[in-house]
């Protein structure tokens, strides 16, 4: 059999000094091939497109080479150069149109614009939107994703560059994925099996009109680019290496990557904002537009991208397929998810496009899609969110039951238990791994601080307190603030116990915002967006001063991973008491439940008081011959706390639990 060469692209005509050849339309952005680059770009109003090449870090084009009409197919503009230094090489568009505000169109061949599918913007310097070409090179050796069951996970949510930029994190490169790298131990001591990274798509970090600063990064301009600042090798034009070295090194210790994903706005605000790239390559096709041409903003931030437009859910997918292809990340969560099932003019769909598309992708198969389910502009889809049996929620009524409950609130006793054992109220169909429970996040308090501040204390951010959720549902334990009162603190700290250990014996997928487990706080900021310094980054001195409650959260966890009846079941394997066994009391005044979790083999009993007072609840008689062990107490003092399972010492009395004022308390059988 003859084997053929492969035939290779020769150019055709030279344009401004270079020689060139119409292009490949798909795939959209920078490619390599053979001898040159493939450029192509989508603009379906554009009347010219001009592709404008730079020497790295000069302020002047090398040159500027028009498409010729002949290089158009359709709204697709393609040319292959040749015989570039791709390594040295920046790229833009300069994009010539219609100038109808009023019609949607903003089109200013002045400016030159990001392409939207880079892979790598400069990031660093005074043209930091400029594109970039990347190397396919990184060898991912045997990486596979770890593919762990929803219903496993234990979900912590970080920052990048907060993570570890604090001196006392003790890495080599603090703040980037390199430092993250080197606090993986960290992650596996602590038990969790996956993170959840905080926008690390690039965005502006200057892009804040009250601080200068952008800190949590929802804001995104190139949505295919790993954050250049977040790579220690960021300025050496690496970071998609360094970041994909995170996620094998991740990956190789048993922890999975989601990225929180932002697909409602761009960084490019309203008619008053920036033009970076969407806006300059065709604003009436990625942005949903009024009739006179202005925005909505469903988002909160300015614009809505177009999500369902046909051309908008395509760049949609391709991202998201590029991030699980080619960067191995196993899932995201989407940040205002339901106006992501909004139509062009705002309309909520019956049946989203772009919903259905992410649920039912190939690529996207094994992947966790896990959404915000409600948008800035008062749609609240919790429960009800669109899910093509695919797609989990964080569930804000969780979050809010266990807040109230644990500070004392009445009424909320049985919700609590509807809570616990994963919402079925919500998704008895999809079952409990649908629901993405969780106590504090990124955007509010932290859980020290939500039991130290009645109030937010944003004083900082320059909006004169007027930004942030008032409605917190926290409690001070008697005293606002920072504090030495021992008995306060002491409260403090088995509130915090509290809710850990509520939200680790819950159904569901439990998520923990990072620094928690060491009590971090932020003095009472629950908007903390706008901080980029020792406010917002992890405190590693905390891991020694609160190493009891570290302790606490690594046996909470540990135990939830020996108990698989934690994390999932039938409802008939639930059996509710309250003071007297096998008698809940579902009335508004009572603060006491109990819950008998039964394994098969082993039986599990969570107790749970909100009352300032301590009561003796009866208890079932361990079945099988066995008897009740003591797991966790939270009104012990530490270490006695918890104990390491398999390891937890019988309960003196067999008949009867004292469980202490705002406590909780877990029994196993053996």
């Not at 230094?85 to 109808?100: C, F, I, S, T």
């Not at 409600?374 to 093509?388: N, T």
């Amino acid at each position: 059999m003859t084997i053929l060469e492969p035939i290779d692209a020769y150019p055709t005509q030279r344009i401004a000094g270079y020689p060139v050849r119409a292009g490949r339309s798909l795939p959209f952005g920078a490619t390599r091939v053979p001898g040159g680059v493939n450029f192509s770009v989508y603009s379906n109003h554009a009347t010219s497109v001009t592709l404008v090449l730079y020497r790295e870090g000069e302020p002047e084009p090398v040159a500027e080479l028009p498409f010729p009409e002949s290089f158009r197919v359709g709204s697709v503009y393609a040319m292959t150069v040749f015989g570039l230094d791709v390594e040295r090489l920046e790229y833009g568009y300069r994009v010539d149109g219609p100038r109808r505000p009023w019609q949607g169109h903003r089109f200013d061949p002045d400016t030159v614009l990001s392409d939207p599918y880079a892979r790598m913007l400069t990031g660093h310097g005074p043209y930091r939107h400029r594109s970039r070409v990347t190397l396919d090179d990184f060898d991912w050796e045997d990486d596979r994703p770890p593919r762990l069951p929803h219903e496993d996970l234990v979900i912590y949510e970080l920052h990048v560059r907060g993570f570890t930029r604090h001196p006392s994190s003790g890495v080599s490169a603090p703040g980037t994925y390199a430092g993250l790298v080197e606090k993986i131990p960290y992650l596996r001591e602590l038990g969790v099996n996956c993170v959840e990274l905080m926008p690390v798509f690039e965005f502006d970090e200057t892009d804040n009109v009250f601080t200068g600063v952008n800190y949590w990064g929802y804001s995104p301009i190139g949505f295919f680019a790993p954050k250049a600042s977040y790579a220690a090798t960021g300025r050496d034009h690496m970071q998609v290496d360094e970041f994909k070295h995170l996620v094998k090194e991740l990956h190789r210790a048993g922890i999975e990557v989601l990225l929180d994903v932002v697909f409602n706005h761009t960084a490019e605000g309203d008619e008053r904002g920036p033009t970076i790239s969407f806006k300059g390559l065709d604003n009436a096709t990625y942005y949903m537009l009024t009739g006179d041409g202005h925005y909505y903003n469903f988002s909160g931030t300015g614009n809505t991208l177009n999500c369902n437009h046909p051309v908008v859910r395509g760049f949609v997918l391709d991202c998201l397929r590029y991030w699980a292809a080619e960067c191995h990340v196993d899932g995201f969560r989407f940040d205002l998810a339901a106006i992501l099932g909004r139509g062009a003019d705002g309309e909520l769909l019956h049946n989203p496009p772009l919903l259905e598309s992410l649920a039912y992708d190939p690529i996207l198969r094994d992947r966790k899609l896990i959404a915000e389910a409600w948008d800035a502009a008062g749609l609240y889809q919790v429960g009800s969110f669109p899910h093509y049996s695919r797609w989990s929620e964080w569930n804000g009524r969780y979050r809010d039951t266990v807040r109230r409950y644990v500070k004392g609130d009445l009424g909320v006793t049985g919700e609590l238990a509807t809570r616990m054992v994963g919402s079925p109220d919500m998704y008895s169909r999809r079952g409990a791994a649908a629901t993405v429970n969780f106590v504090t996040s990124h955007d509010g308090f932290t859980l020290r601080d939500l039991v130290s501040y009645d109030h937010k204390h944003n004083e900082a951010n320059g909006e004169g307190n007027g930004d942030g959720d008032d409605a917190n549902n926290s409690w001070n334990c008697g005293h606002e603030g920072e504090t030495d009162d021992p008995a306060v603190l002491a409260l403090r700290a088995r509130q915090q116990r509290n809710a850990l250990l509520l939200l680790l014996a819950s159904r569901g997928v439990p998520m923990l915002l990072a620094g928690d487990e060491i009590g971090r706080t932020q003095l009472g900021n629950n908007n903390a967006y706008c901080h980029d310094g020792p406010l917002t980054w992890l405190d590693w001195g905390l891991r020694e001063e609160n190493a009891d409650l570290f302790r606490f959260t690594r046996r909470a966890i540990a135990f939830r991973r020996a108990h698989p009846v934690l994390r999932g079941g039938s409802p008939g394997s639930v059996h509710w008491h309250g003071v007297r066994a096998w008698s809940p009391d579902w009335a508004a005044h009572s603060r006491v439940l109990a819950a008998l979790f039964d394994e098969g083999s082993t039986c599990l009993y969570v107790a749970a008081n909100s009352h300032w007072e301590s009561h003796t609840l009866e208890l079932p008689a361990a079945p099988r011959g066995q008897t009740w062990h003591l797991f966790a107490d939270t009104a012990a003092a530490p270490p006695m706390d918890a104990f390491e399972p398999g390891s937890e010492p019988p309960l003196a009395n067999q008949s009867q639990l004292s469980i202490g004022p705002r406590s909780v308390a877990i029994l196993v059988t053996h």
